[in-house]
């Protein structure tokens, strides 16, 4: 089966780095991409970023973009999302997630019924 694990968050300060990774295993699929999503308490799943198959696009929300970098290393098949500048707001669960074929495509790369499965998640605390 498809499995996904989230690991690398912790408590850093305003301004600190952090480097979050997705290993992924279990599919074989022709069309895929791995976003990843943070939840915050009491608010709504909020999509991030996405990388497609190969890492050959890359997509950002507005509010991470120029601070967040998402990459991959094919070979391990482990998915990373560095993130810089942080801020207490982007205090959150994070979770990677594979979105199978072009359900990112018709419903929206940050949409969350657009991915079919989901990691554990990795909590990232921000201190002000």
């Known amino acids: 089966d498809v499995q996904l694990q989230a690991s690398g968050g912790g408590l850093v300060q305003t301004g600190g780095s952090l480097r979050l990774s997705c290993a992924a295993s279990?599919?074989?699929?022709?069309?895929?991409?791995i976003g990843w999503f943070r939840q915050a308490p009491g608010k709504e799943r909020e999509g991030i970023t996405l990388?497609?198959?190969?890492?050959?696009?890359?997509y950002y929300a507005d509010s991470v973009k120029g601070r967040f970098t998402i990459s991959a290393d094919n070979a391990k098949n482990v998915y990373y999302l560095q993130m810089n500048n942080l801020k207490p707001e982007d205090t959150a669960v994070y979770y990677c997630?594979?979105?199978?074929?072009?359900?990112?495509?018709?419903?929206?790369?940050?949409?969350?019924?657009?991915?079919?499965?989901w990691g554990q998640g990795t909590q990232v605390t921000v201190s002000s």
């Open positions: 997630a594979v979105s199978i074929g072009k359900a990112a495509q018709i419903l929206g790369i940050f949409a969350p019924d657009s991915y079919d499965f």
């Open positions: 279990g599919f074989t699929f022709d069309d895929w991409g």
């Open positions: 990388i497609s198959k190969g890492g050959v696009e890359k």
